[in-house]
């Protein structure tokens, strides 16, 4: 599962990288640091009835490319979105050409947690981890949601998860995670990227450097971490509803961005609700007493200027740079795109 910024399973498996959304990483040279991708924003997958409602299929363009620029240098950026159409293909010569046209790929900021113990001692605080996802005090979904939430609940359980007990044990927050893992599968919708392999690929054939903005936490012991996680209550209430809400009202939008981002209409996506549980989830964790005080209650923040850093390095480095980031991002008024905007670069929109 590509998970929110969700503290156990960082904790968990730093010292053992997982995917990053660009790249699967190389084996750390210093077996006490790991580097972990976090991905800025994304589009959660809803329910079945949103594949129902999808029609595009078959080979279709994707968006266009933004082009950021000062002087005779400049960056083209592409949009990525999720969830897609399963069935699609998607016609990526512009951006394959782009890419080998470039001197370097930008890729999302990721954060690389730095523990004091090794590879090895890491791997085995994983069944720690997994057990911070259950309520402390043994508490049930029904002890700790309202009961409006729950009765909300109930009915989308019974769809996508079935007669779970395990799932009653879990957080809020995990347990409309794990509504949304089961209501993917149910679609037969597509949270894969067909974005990131393309791009790897090319740019290895290519020998064109890859590289991510990073910032380093040092969370110090992560046993200790996962014990306080575990005994810490969370905000999330608000990540259950929004995730519930999503589920029951928004399968409309988000079938019309998903069609939107295949078939390239910019506008459309422009005009769209970005309406998202996301920020909502992250919030839950990041402003967790635990994670305040192992610094990364402002991480978004972080990750934010430090590509923007990267950005305008690059930029002024290459003749020609080529940047992914997240659709919600580029067209967002406080996102990367604009940022880019206020310090005086030029944006041409596809």
């Known amino acids: 599962m590509r998970t929110l910024l969700l503290l156990p399973l960082l904790l968990a498996t730093l010292a053992a990288p997982r995917p990053t959304l660009a790249e699967e990483p190389e084996a750390p040279s210093n077996p006490d640091t790991a580097s972990l991708s976090l991905p800025v924003e994304r589009e959660i997958p809803a329910s079945g009835q949103m594949m ?101 609940w109930l009915p989308l359980k019974a769809k996508y998860i079935g007669r779970s007990r395990s799932i009653e044990k879990q957080r ?83 079938r019309d961005r998903a069609n939107a981002w295949a078939t390239g209409d910019i506008e459309a996506l422009r005009g769209l ?14 402003k967790s007493q635990v994670t305040r005080e192992r610094g990364l209650d402002d991480l978004f923040d972080r990750l934010k200027a430090g590509w923007l850093d990267a950005a305008e390095t690059a930029i002024a480095k290459n003749q020609t740079t080529f940047a992914v980031l997240p659709m919600s991002l580029i067209l967002r008024s406080d996102g990367y795109v604009e940022a880019l905007r206020a310090r005086g670069y030029e944006v041409e929109e596809p």
């Open 172 to 254: 809020p927050l995990f347990a409309s995670q794990k509504l949304y893992e089961k209501a993917i599968k149910r679609a037969g919708l597509s949270n894969d990227s067909i974005v990131y392999p393309l791009i790897k690929k090319t740019a290895k054939k290519h020998e064109i450097p890859m590289s991510n903005p990073e910032i380093k936490v040092d969370i110090g012991d992560p046993k200790q971490a996962i014990k306080d996680f575990a005994k810490t209550s969370l905000d999330d209430l608000d990540c259950f509803a929004k995730t519930l809400d999503r589920l029951e009202s928004d399968l409309d939008t988000m």
């Open 52 to 152: 129902e409602a999808i029609v595009v299929s078959g080979e279709l363009p994707g968006p266009g490319l933004w082009r950021i620029s000062k002087g005779e240098h400049f960056m083209w950026v592409l949009g990525t979105q999720y969830p897609l159409p399963k069935r699609m293909t998607w016609v990526s010569r512009e951006v394959e050409q782009a890419v080998i046209e470039s001197q370097e790929v930008l890729l999302p900021p990721r954060a690389s947690l730095t523990t004091k113990i090794g590879w090895f001692k890491g791997m085995l605080l994983l069944p720690a981890a997994m057990g911070s996802r259950k309520n402390p005090d043994k508490e049930k979904l029904v002890d700790v949601v309202p009961p409006e939430l729950y009765a909300r």
């Open 273 to 286: 609700p970005f309406s998202d549980q996301n920020q909502a989830c992250a919030d839950a964790i990041l």
